[in-house]
């Protein structure tokens, strides 16, 4: 199904990776002190925190994003024979709180505000880390408020999380728009009943697997172009 601007009526925006930048290269500086394989860990710790959270929603074992986060970060560290104190690992797990914000998303979030759109963010991060996420990337005084995985504690791609989303921004989900660079957060999002916006600053290819995206964007600014058009 194409994208159709003129049905939403709100947007959903993730955070993490798709706001602000978490690719595994991003975290290697924080690594190279404690390992010659920054780049192996960075990849694993980023890969296992994500399944961490996905596959609580199945057996029953929430914790807060930060507390996958940590444990991730641990196993990666084990699985590659580095051993760190206490303070080194709360050290490296720190960068989670000061990651680097795409270019584009503050022009565009002020672009949007402008226009009278109803913008909120739809977060597995727990309530404190998108609070500091929201003053760093400086949105705050363009979207409504930051929804938290927390207050369902059920995690994407769960439809629970969605439909919360939409009771939350008081907004039929057929109206709302989720905006996302993960494909798993796109099909959860369409699988509740949202329109979806893949945004693919990589270039990558659409993966084999479910419904492709109402619309594919290198980067915010596109989808507020085609938005707005």
């Known amino acids: 199904m194409s994208f159709s601007p ?3 009526t709100a947007i959903t925006f993730d955070s993490y990776s ?3 930048d978490v690719t595994p290269e991003t975290f ?3 690594l190279t002190s404690v ?3 920054p780049r192996s860990v960075a ?10 959270a996905t596959v609580s929603n199945d057996v029953g074992g929430y914790q807060p994003f930060y507390d996958f986060n940590r444990a ?3 196993y990666a560290l084990e ?3 580095v051993d760190v104190t ?10 989670y709180h000061e990651p680097e914000p795409y270019e584009d998303v503050r022009d565009s979030f002020e672009r949007l505000a402008s226009a009278g759109c109803n913008c909120w963010i739809l977060s597995n991060g727990d309530p404190d880390m998108l609070t500091s996420l929201l003053k760093r990337v400086g949105i705050e005084d363009f979207v409504e408020d930051a929804i938290s995985a927390d207050e369902v504690q059920t995690y994407k791609p769960a439809v629970e999380l969605y439909q919360h989303a939409a009771a939350r921004t008081g907004t039929p989900i057929a109206e709302l728009c989720h905006v996302t660079a993960g494909w798993t957060d796109v099909l959860g999002a369409m699988n509740a009943g949202m329109q979806s916006a893949w945004v693919n600053r990589a270039g990558d290819p659409w993966e084999a697997f479910g419904e492709e995206p109402n619309i594919v964007v290198e980067d915010l600014t596109a989808f507020v172009d085609a938005l707005l058009e």
């Open 72 to 74: 991730a970060l641990e």
């Open 86 to 95: 206490s303070q080194q690992l709360e050290e490296i797990l720190s960068v």
């Open 79 to 81: 699985v590659h024979g």
């Open 28 to 30: 290697e500086s924080a």
């Open 35 to 37: 390992t010659d394989e």
């Open 18 to 20: 798709t706001l602000v």
């Open 43 to 52: 990849r694993l710790w980023r890969r296992r925190s994500l399944e961490y």
């Open 6 to 8: 003129e049905r939403v």
